[in-house]
């Protein structure tokens, strides 16, 4: 392309995203059109020059519905799902010192079962059939979360026949029912919290719930109740093991209270799946590292007493049940030359350990 043009609408942006397999475009103010791919950030084009304030209103403007325009007016910041005629996207637009900021996550239209995401299916699988509890998917940003979620939900919807509830900010992916009749709320669009449409989930008889993500105070307490009260629920957290996920959900309660969520804690979890996307050693994209922690005895006892820093022995010994640690998942990708050593110590937990392996 020419070093003066700057396309007219984030439409050919994000075609030219898609057809590179990226999985996010940044259109920022200043700065030329980016992406992400394979996890790394770099402009799309070297000569292409910095979008200008007025580049990016005008690109925003091309987009934005008249709802989403009056909510960036108001908070500055608007996040929505944008769909066009050859995809879907998680769109957010921020106001900032120079301008517009841009950024879209590319959602595949075509959800992923179990096994295509890298999932242990004969693992998870027994964890979708419970009638109730929590199971939690974990993760940075970028980790897809989402994906594995989704792959989840869309296995119930065809093993089951229940009825489920989505709960999302904003809307990803769309389930058609199959064997479940699926119904899909939006934040801000159906409803004006997770809080709010936790409640009311209550009382639109759900066999199976899954939240978006559990911001706070409010969402977890409702979260952790519909689990122990016959439901189904699957929530993200941005959290990168399964001891701090824990710490995560007891840490937002008042310290009088955290007693009786740990018991309520040990009984209503199912699992917790924490993932990160690794460079592959080839540069072909990414592959997942998987840290799984599965509910038994041994684990809920270690929940109701608060010690959750004992949690990797107990995972390490729980392999029968499919259970593995983060920093075993990286020494396998390590070990079949799926990923690099430098990634592998970067990504690890206990990196004295991990250093240790590599010179023994």
């Known amino acids: 392309m020419s070093e003066h043009q ?83 996207f998680r769109a957010s637009v921020v106001r900032q010192r120079l301008g517009l900021e841009l950024v879209f996550r590319l959602i595949s239209t075509t959800i992923r079962t179990i096994a295509e995401c890298g999932l242990p299916e004969k693992d998870l699988i027994p964890l979708t059939r419970y009638q109730n509890g929590l199971i939690l998917v974990t993760g940075a940003v970028g980790s897809g979360k989402s994906t594995s979620l989704a792959a989840l939900v869309n296995f119930i919807n065809q093993d089951r026949e229940d009825h489920i509830l989505t709960l999302e900010d904003p809307i990803e992916y769309v389930f058609e029912s199959a064997g479940c009749h ?55 957290l941005h959290t990168g093991n399964a001891p701090r996920t824990l710490d995560r959900v007891l840490d937002v309660f008042p310290t009088d209270q955290r007693d009786q969520i740990r018991v309520m804690v040990s009984e209503s979890l199912r699992g917790i799946i924490s993932q990160q996307l690794v460079p592959r050693a080839d540069g072909q994209g990414r592959v997942l590292a998987l840290e799984l922690l599965v509910n038994t005895a041994a684990v809920g006892a270690t929940i109701r007493d608060g010690k959750t820093f004992m949690l990797p022995g107990i995972m390490q010994t729980g392999k029968n049940v499919g259970m593995i640690t983060m920093d075993e998942s990286l020494r396998n990708l390590y070990m079949q030359g799926l990923i690099t050593q430098e990634e592998t110590l970067y990504r690890s937990e206990d990196k004295p350990q991990m250093r240790a392996f590599f010179q023994s």
């Open 6 to 88: 700057v396309l007219a609408h984030v439409d050919e942006y994000l075609k030219i995203g898609m057809e590179y397999d990226c999985s996010d475009v940044h259109l920022p103010t200043a700065y030329p059109p980016t992406w992400r791919r394979f996890g790394t950030l770099s402009p799309i084009w070297d000569d292409h020059p910095p979008l200008t304030a007025e580049d990016t209103e005008r690109l925003a403007m091309s987009f934005l519905g008249e709802k989403e325009k009056a909510r960036l007016a108001e908070t500055g910041d608007v996040d929505f799902a944008y769909a066009n005629d050859f995809g879907r």
């Open 182 to 236: 699926v119904n899909q709320r939006e934040v801000h669009s159906h409803t004006e919290s997770f809080g709010r449409a936790l409640r009311g989930a209550l009382r639109e008889d759900p066999d199976v719930i899954m939240v978006g993500e559990m911001r706070n105070l409010e969402t977890i307490q409702l979260a952790l109740t519909a689990a122990e009260t016959g439901h189904l629920v699957l929530a993200t």
